[in-house]
């Protein structure tokens, strides 16, 4: 249809409504029926706004006292990362929530805590939307940020909250933890974290493992040449083994294990969650034939795990 074969057009706005039309003599009329005078309404925000635990809106408190936000509660370009990876991480403990004790006080470590970004997030998850008495503990081998987050605990009034500075392997609690997270420890001191936990019979473990450099080091698996000559594809192979057998250990101490991405990987190559329950009841032919398939994995790449000793030698940490 051509432009002149148009007899009438209709605008319809959320202020009425405006209609232009013209005779079969070319005579134009239009009525116009929209409110000049109606407040305007604000667009329709179509960028669906993310529903974070976390929310700046409640937690702005810790959240600009560890220099995520400023006072007004505006998160830092630059913390937007952090921001989103101790929601998720916190979002991942939502979901195995119902493992935990249900009642009593809960006792919680996060073992090499750095800046403590995710120990206080955990910590305000626990206290103030789950209502839980909890006893917590940061452990790191930096004093100064030690003193640093031990400050912040006090100046927020968070009762049970702790820090140590300590090596990780020297660390103990009095009550045995039901949950142990850790984001980010150094290459084995991921696996001085998984044994902490498994000694000590955690409930729940969470950890996002760092760096991965034990088993680059020390593979000997002539059947995997193929993949060693190349040094980024021996890197990424030696990640998802160590991983792998990560799990794989846990699962021969009776947990459950998930292994899933923390947070989108374009953030943060270090973006393996293990997290890992233990069962409440203990079936010794799965936690065997987890354990066989452990050795036989093992044998295969000719390495001898850091988890694997640690938990050979047996002492409670
Ligand atoms: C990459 S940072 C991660 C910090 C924090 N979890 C985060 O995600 O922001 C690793 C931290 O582990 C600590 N660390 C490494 N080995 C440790 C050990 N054996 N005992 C205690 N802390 C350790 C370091 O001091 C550092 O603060």
Redesign the pocket.
């Given at each position: 249809m051509a432009f002149e074969e148009y007899r009438q057009t209709n605008i319809i706005t959320s202020d009425g409504e405006c209609s232009l039309m013209i005779s079969k003599k070319k005579k134009i009329a239009l009525i116009n029926n929209i409110n000049k005078n109606a407040p305007a309404i604000k667009a329709e925000e179509h960028n669906r706004k993310k529903n974070y635990i976390i929310d700046v809106s409640e937690h702005a408190d810790f959240l600009s006292a560890l220099g995520i936000c400023d006072k007004q509660g505006r998160i830092y370009d630059k913390k937007q990362p952090?921001y989103r990876q101790i929601n998720r991480f916190v979002e991942l403990l939502l979901d195995i929530y119902p493992s935990l004790p249900k009642q009593g006080q809960l006792t919680v470590c996060?073992?090499?805590?750095?800046?403590?970004?995710?120990t206080f997030a955990i910590y305000y998850f626990l206290t103030k939307l789950k209502g839980r008495q909890i006893q917590m503990f940061g452990?790191?081998?930096?004093a100064d940020?030690v003193e640093y987050c031990t400050n912040v605990a006090r100046d927020l009034g968070c009762e049970g909250l702790s820090f140590i500075c300590?090596?990780?392997?020297a660390f103990k609690s009095e009550r045995a933890p039901d949950l142990v997270v850790?984001?980010?420890?150094?290459d084995t001191?991921t696996d001085?974290v998984l044994s902490y936990a498994i000694k000590n019979r955690a409930k729940v473990v969470m950890s996002t493992p760092?760096c991965h450099h034990e088993m680059n080091r020390t593979m000997k698996c002539s059947s995997l040449s193929f993949i060693e000559r190349h040094s980024i594809l021996k890197q990424k192979l030696c990640d998802a083994a160590t991983d792998a057998l990560r799990a794989l250990r846990l699962e021969s101490e009776g947990y459950e294990v998930e292994v899933m991405e923390l947070i989108d990987p374009e953030e943060t190559p270090k973006n393996v969650m293990i997290r890992a329950v233990k069962s409440e009841r203990i079936r010794p032919g799965k936690t065997q034939a987890a354990l066989e398939e452990y050795n036989r994995a093992c044998n295969l790449l000719g390495v001898s795990p850091t988890l694997d000793k640690l938990l050979r030698d047996g002492q409670p940490s």
């Open positions: 952090k996060d073992l090499c805590c750095g800046k403590s970004y995710l452990v790191d081998l930096k940020v300590a090596d990780i392997s850790s984001l980010h420890a150094c001191a001085v760092c």
